[in-house]
């Protein structure tokens, strides 16, 4: 995908997920803000290396072991954020998931271009 698709994707879900939350929470101000902070740059990560998020589906059983362990502490610590606000939530789950593509995105780039 071009450069320019990918961040005017990344930006477009970004700012649409806010406005999501912001109609949904009915807030305003820098929590909601971060919504698209978060989700931009993590879209573009996930859209730049959408090859590697596929192949880690062919991986074997140990890593799946690993993948539930991570996705049952994010899903508990989101919903926890969640019950601070609907922006903190959303905005939780979004670190959880850009700490995601950033290391699928570090490991790509270890494997060779």
Do not use: N
Not at 6 to 31: C, E, F, K, P, W
Not at 43 to 64: C, E, F, G, I, Q
């Amino acid at each position: 995908m071009r450069r320019f698709t990918r961040y005017a994707v990344a930006t477009a879900v970004g700012i649409g997920l806010a406005v999501v939350v912001a109609v949904v929470s009915d807030t305003l101000g820098l929590t909601l803000l971060s919504v698209a902070v978060v989700y931009g740059p993590t879209t573009a990560l996930v859209l730049a290396h959408r090859d590697d998020w596929v192949a880690l589906s062919d991986r074997p059983d140990t890593s799946r072991k690993l993948g539930a362990v991570g996705g049952g502490v994010g899903a508990f610590a989101g919903s926890t954020l969640l019950q601070v606000s609907v922006p903190v939530g959303v905005t939780g789950l979004g670190l959880y998931l850009f700490g995601m593509a950033l290391t699928v995105a570090d490991v790509s780039t270890l494997d060779g271009p």
